[in-house]
């Protein structure tokens, strides 16, 4: 089975940085899609952003677009979400997510992590 660790979440102050890192384990990596996903108090579950096996491609909500990076490292098993210029409506639990096919939607994807918390204060 596929098992997925989040970390790097936290309390940052509007306008800072935070740097989200999901470890992947139980199967061969590389084969894989990765999405991040965030979920808000009150709100439904939204797409942050996906990226294809190999990292060339990057796909991103545009509410998110311009302020957030994702990116893969294979050797590491790992992926990453670089969030930059923080706004309070980015806080959320969010949760990286697996499945060998790209997808957008989060009900497409059979992996998830348990989530890291990011708070962003006015």
């Known amino acids: 089975q596929v098992q997925l660790v989040e970390s790097g979440g936290g309390l940052v102050q509007a306008g800072g940085s935070l740097r989200l890192s999901c470890a992947f384990s139980?199967?061969?990596?590389?084969?894989?899609?990765m999405g991040w996903f965030r979920q808000a108090p009150g709100k439904e579950r939204e797409f942050v952003a996906a990226?294809?096996?190999?990292?060339?491609?990057?796909f991103y909500a545009d509410s998110v677009k311009g302020r957030f990076t994702m990116s893969r490292d294979n050797a590491k098993n790992t992926v990453y979400l670089q969030m930059n210029s923080l706004k309070p409506e980015d806080t959320a639990v969010y949760y990286c997510?697996?499945?060998?096919?790209?997808?957008?939607?989060?009900?497409?994807?059979?992996?998830w992590g348990q989530g890291t918390q990011v708070t962003v204060s006015s």
């Open positions: 990226i294809t096996r190999s990292g060339s491609s990057t």
């Open positions: 139980g199967r061969t990596f590389s084969i894989y899609t």
């Open positions: 997510a697996a499945d060998p096919k790209l997808s957008t939607r989060g009900s497409e994807y059979d992996y």
